[in-house]
């Protein structure tokens, strides 16, 4: 089904109650792979500002004195090219996959307007906060003037 005027299909079925609470679980904010990038770029000495409310797609952490921005994305969310972002889900398929396609395309948008803003943006994803090292060496070179991404 479509909705009429967004062009959204919509969930085809109600969610479950068990789904429901999996789904309401889910965070935007303060997950996992996010604090694992906060604690490490703090303990390296670099100070921040939290989901900067007033750059495109309030980033995760804020340099302003810098005008660097770092995203931490979650895989499945926004489509990595890991098998984690890779996997999509088997029922309702039309909706979820509009859903992550327009999460790209959001995601573009948002590190477009901060470039034209005179920001420079580091993407880092939940699959790379595993490998701490590798992942203190790239937060470096971008925080220190050299490009990470």
Avoid at 70 to 98: D, M
Avoid at 107 to 113: E, I, K, M, R, V
Avoid at 116 to 136: M, P, Y
Wanted: charged residues 30%; aromatic residues 8%; hydrophobic residues 30%.
């Amino acid at each position: 089904m479509v909705e009429p005027e967004s062009g959204a299909p919509k969930m085809t079925e109600p969610p479950s109650p068990m789904r429901s609470r999996i789904m309401a679980a889910i965070r935007s904010t303060n997950t996992t792979p996010e604090l694992a990038v906060r604690r490490l770029t703090h303990g390296m000495g670099y100070r921040y500002r939290l989901h900067g409310a007033r750059l495109p797609g309030r980033p995760d952490l804020v340099f302003a004195s810098r005008r660097k921005a770092i995203f931490v994305h979650g895989c499945f969310w926004h489509q990595h090219s890991c098998p984690r972002g890779e996997r999509t889900p088997k029922t309702n398929r039309a909706y979820w996959l509009h859903k992550l396609r327009r999460n790209q395309e959001r995601d573009a948008q948002n590190l477009d307007s901060l470039r034209q803003l005179g920001w420079e943006a580091l993407v880092i994803w939940e699959c790379e906060t595993k490998e701490s090292d590798a992942l203190e060496e790239r937060i470096r070179l971008f925080l220190d003037g050299r490009r990470g991404q």
